[in-house]
């Protein structure tokens, strides 16, 4: 069975600060699909950087990096410069290649204070 | 940007009554997802449907809910009756259908069992 892990809980930084999120991903499947989400208060869950399981060329865009390291099946998300507007919940999800169930983490709320 | 229609938006009942939730995907998205978030806790996917087809219902307590895609456009959850511990968000989800495609969420419908 598959599951999607998020250690962190709860981050909380003042603004300008980087926020990095931890994932990893335990699977005996070799080929997946990984995907971060972002839930603001007001509930829609936003898709945000999806990576395949054999790509492992990190990447930035914007103020988002993404760090996936196949050897350990984890798939790190940071925010560069954090603002308050990225105040939400961020949920880490995965789905193998022969399933089409999605698996989601249980979400870190990240807090970024003025 | 098309986007996932649901309605209500918020809808309080109580125990032993019928409830049900409508959801209207991203036109040209085969695939429908109906989950479950508890709150705290990341979404569970409740059904899957691939056009008018159920591809996954494992999760879904069929004694209470039912789902249906008649035409393999819009989509009605339905819980009868609900219980107490069905308070929860239902979100509805499309996708273009491969694995590789990310999930695109609705506002959600906010269940209250009194």
């Known amino acids: 069975a598959q599951k999607v ?8 930084v003042v603004e300008k600060e980087d926020v990095t999120l931890d994932c990893v991903y335990e699977t005996r499947d070799t080929t997946y699909y990984l995907f971060w989400y972002k839930q603001p208060p007001s509930g829609e869950l936003v898709f945000l950087i999806r990576r395949n399981s054999f790509d492992e060329q990190n990447e930035i865009s914007g103020r988002y990096s993404w760090n996936f390291q196949k050897s350990t099946s984890s ?11 990225d105040s939400a919940v961020y949920f880490c ?8 169930k999605l698996s989601f983490g249980a979400g870190t709320t990240v807090t970024v204070r003025a | 940007e098309a986007e996932v229609a649901q309605s209500p938006r918020y809808k309080i009942t109580e125990k032993s009554q019928a409830v049900a939730f409508w959801c209207d995907p991203i036109s040209g998205h085969a695939t429908l997802y109906w989950y479950r978030q508890i709150l705290g806790q990341g979404p569970e996917l409740l059904v899957q449907f691939q056009d008018e087809s159920v591809v996954d219902d494992s999760q879904l307590p069929k004694d209470r809910f039912s789902a249906e895609r008649l035409k393999g456009v819009d989509s009605t959850l339905k819980i009868q009756p609900a219980e107490l511990g069905d308070s929860a968000m239902y979100l509805c989800a499309s996708s273009l259908g491969d694995r590789s495609s990310p999930l695109h969420f609705g506002n959600g419908t906010r269940l209250t069992v009194t």
Request: glycine share 0%.
């Open chain 1, 5 to 12: 892990t998020q250690a962190q809980t709860e981050i909380s």
């Open chain 1, 75 to 85: 798939f790190n998300f940071t925010i560069t410069a954090s603002q308050v507007v």
């Open chain 1, 93 to 100: 999800s995965a789905t193998p290649d022969n399933d089409y």
